[in-house]
């Protein structure tokens, strides 16, 4: 169910709200892990239209470590 939701925030834009639902899906170890990828995926791409709308370059160059880093753990 809150991957549907999830799913929902996409087209409404609303990117922080999205982000916090992919991080408690991402949190959790045991159901669907078969959509883990897509999951870290979807977090990689919030985060660069955050980057995106977010003022000032310290608050830019912390979104993009954090994105740097969520890749980084999905390849490992």
Avoid: C, N
Wanted: glycine share 6%; charged share 30%; net charge positive.
């Amino acid at each position: 169910m809150v991957y549907k939701a999830a799913k929902a925030l996409g087209p409404l834009k609303s990117y922080d709200l999205e982000l916090k639902v992919l991080r408690a899906l991402l949190s959790q170890k045991i159901w669907m892990r078969g959509k883990r990828a897509r999951w870290y995926e979807r977090r990689a791409i919030v985060q660069g239209h955050l980057t995106r709308q977010v003022e000032g370059q310290d608050a830019k160059h912390s979104l993009l470590w954090q994105t740097m880093e969520g890749v980084k753990a999905t390849i490992i």
